[in-house]
């Protein structure tokens, strides 16, 4: 028997198994591929090339594969299924929050505790104290697997047993991230335009990122107060900073796509008549488009 048993063996995947090995814990892993696997075997890892017996090596079976589908077409096989009774699935494939309640509704169907998580980070941080996983589903099944996950991550946040919060929180966050990205890299284009390099701009932005939190903080307290009529920074102004942009790209000849996206929302948010509201604002523009 092992401790714990990881499907998938990807960057992801391997960075987890690699990290429970280095804690001394006992690894069975199953990998579509089996030559992914090969460096952790030599690491110490048993690698199991059936599934099914990959799953009934361990009382905590780790999925961590490129999509909920994919890790359903493995653990939805019938002999694989036949022997999910009494174990603990943690899912930390990305996925939707309908996905992680499927799977969920699947799991306890199976007669197996389930808890999802969502990993931010990259493959070399896990392992590291500050690396957050959001974690949702059972609590007994949080704690079961508390020790574990512990080693993979120092910075684990249990969002209660909602099984879907973790899939959102971390939804929301890379929206938050790789919006930022696309502003970065409009960023790099304009200093790039200008002759600076790129890369001593990333470490200014990480340098001054605490400060941006901050702003993106009072943006959140201000759209769950639904207050947006004493501004600090108004749509009007900030409106002004994407209309420079446009005209910095028009006048550098750079790519226009970020710059007219901005300007875009901004307008939709005068058009609607919260040109003189905090920026914050803009978030009821985004909850009527789909309605
Ligand atoms: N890498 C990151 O920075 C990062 C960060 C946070 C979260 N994640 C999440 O972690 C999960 C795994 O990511 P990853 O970085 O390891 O790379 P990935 O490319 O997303 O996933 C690779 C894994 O999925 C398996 N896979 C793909 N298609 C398959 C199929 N049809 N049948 C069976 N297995 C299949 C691969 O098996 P084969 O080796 O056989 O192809 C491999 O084990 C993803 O959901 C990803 O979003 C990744």
């Known amino acids: 028997m092992s401790d714990i ?13 690699r990290t429970l090995l280095r804690s001394g814990k006992k690894v069975t892993v199953w990998n579509r591929t089996s030559e992914k696997a090969e460096a952790l075997v030599q690491e110490g890892a048993v690698f199991e090339p059936n599934a099914a017996f990959a799953v009934n090596a361990s009382p905590i079976i780790i999925v961590c594969v490129a999509t909920y589908e994919i890790s359903r077409s493995i653990l939805g096989s019938e002999d694989v299924a036949a022997r999910m009774a009494g174990k603990l699935v943690v899912e930390l494939s990305t996925g ?65 047993e909602s099984v879907g919060s973790a899939s959102a929180w971390d939804l929301a966050a890379l929206s938050t991230l790789f919006g930022s990205m696309f502003g970065f890299f409009h960023g790099a284009r304009i200093l790039e335009s200008e002759g600076h390099r790129v890369d001593t701009f990333g470490s200014m932005i990480a340098d001054i990122s605490p400060v941006f939190g901050q702003m993106i903080k009072h943006e959140g307290e201000l759209i769950q107060s639904e207050t947006y009529d004493q501004p600090q920074s108004s ?3 900030c409106m002004s900073t994407a209309e420079l942009w446009v005209k910095q790209a028009s006048e550098a000849r750079i790519n226009p796509d970020f ?33």
Do not use: C
């Open 235 to 237: 749509v009007k102004t």
């Open 5 to 17: 048993t990881v499907i998938g063996a990807g960057p992801m995947g391997s960075a987890l198994a």
């Open 96 to 160: 939707t929050p309908q996905d992680a309640r499927n799977s969920e509704a699947w799991a306890h169907e199976q007669g197996a505790d389930y808890l999802d998580g969502a990993i931010m980070a990259t493959p070399p941080q896990i392992g590291m104290p500050d690396t957050p996983i959001f974690l949702s589903g059972s609590e007994s099944a949080y704690r079961r697997s508390e020790p574990v996950l512990r080693v993979l991550a120092g910075n684990l946040i249990y969002l209660g």
């Open 259 to 291: 710059p007219n996206f901005a300007k875009g929302l901004y307008e939709k948010a005068i058009q609607a008549g919260y040109e003189n509201e905090e920026l914050a604002a803009v978030i009821k523009v985004l909850r009527t488009d789909n309605e």
